[in-house]
């Protein structure tokens, strides 16, 4: 079979498992979907040819799976409430998105069509990729050479994360040991 | 073509998820549904049809391969999903805590 028609498959596989992520009642059978929706994105990353990105989307939908579950269902666990929204607004919600997705067809029939990219930067990147930086994964030549500030900035983002991430932990931490109210 | 549209409907039932969904947790399931529409968008933008990955293999006649860009940006936006999805966690985590409900029709006083 070729390529796009795993895809179409895959990608409807995703949308129902969104769809059903969304509208499940029990939290714990939400979070299973969107792993399987990122396990999906895993395997649309293989067919496309680049097994690096389903490696790190593997890794991301395991340690995404482990921080969900081990912070909402051991302690917290709950349904979701009956949602009190109006069906009108939910239709109305609908509608509208409906409407954009129409709307913006048009967008996409400009794009290059699937199969044919543009490549003018990347050209230069798979020409002189190994003779410029002496590695054979082109991938990790963009990553760690071409576009190496890049990297930088986006280690400066993650370590913002953690800390952002462990400055709020602490305090909840320093104020359940310490009785004192923030 | 079609595979543009079905990636930017799979968007647009995480922007559904945004605007119609009360719960915390089904909220951040919305962003990361989001954000795999996104990444997915930018690679399929990438490939080239019959082209092989961009790894150059000793020995073997260099063919055609993939656009490395994308791929190589992707990544970058793959990891830090994951430092934003454990800050929203945490975020989410404080929050419970504070109000003792995942409504957050119910979480009305931000100040304080």
């Known amino acids: 079979m070729p390529v796009e028609t795993w895809l179409y498959f895959i990608l409807g596989f995703m949308i129902v498992g969104s769809v059903i992520a969304l509208e499940i009642r029990d939290i714990l059978s939400s979070v299973v979907a969107i792993g399987v929706v990122g396990l999906g994105v895993s395997v649309a990353f293989l067919f496309l040819q680049a097994p690096d990105l389903a490696i790190v989307q593997f890794l991301f939908e395991i340690f995404a799976m ?17 949602a009190r929204v109006h069906g009108i607004l939910v239709g109305v919600s609908i509608l509208t998105l409906v409407a954009v997705l129409v709307a913006s067809i048009p967008v996409f029939r400009l794009l290059p069509a699937f199969g044919e990219p543009l490549m003018e930067t990347s050209r230069h990147y798979v020409d002189h990729g190994l003779s410029d930086t002496g590695a054979a994964n082109l991938v990790s030549a963009v990553i760690l050479d071409y576009r190496a500030y890049d990297t930088l900035g986006e280690v400066t983002v993650l370590f913002t994360a953690v800390l952002g991430t462990m400055t709020i932990l602490r305090i909840r931490r320093a104020k359940n040991g310490g009785g004192k109210d923030a | 073509m079609i595979l543009y549209i079905l990636c930017f409907t799979l968007f647009l039932v995480g922007v559904y998820g945004l605007l119609t969904k009360r719960d915390l947790i089904k909220l951040i399931l919305s962003l990361a549904i989001m954000g795999y529409a996104v990444n997915l968008f930018l690679v399929l933008f990438g490939y080239r049809s019959g082209a092989a990955y961009p790894i150059v293999t000793e020995g073997a006649a260099p063919g055609p391969m993939v656009d490395p860009l994308p791929q190589a940006l992707v990544l970058t936006s793959i990891v830090i999903e994951l430092g934003t999805t454990a800050l929203l966690v945490a975020l989410a985590i404080r929050l419970v805590e504070k109000y003792k409900t995942f409504d957050i029709h119910k979480i009305r006083r931000l100040f304080g």
């Open chain 1, 66 to 82: 482990v921080i969900l579950i081990r912070a909402f269902v051991k302690k917290d666990y709950h349904m979701e409430t009956p």
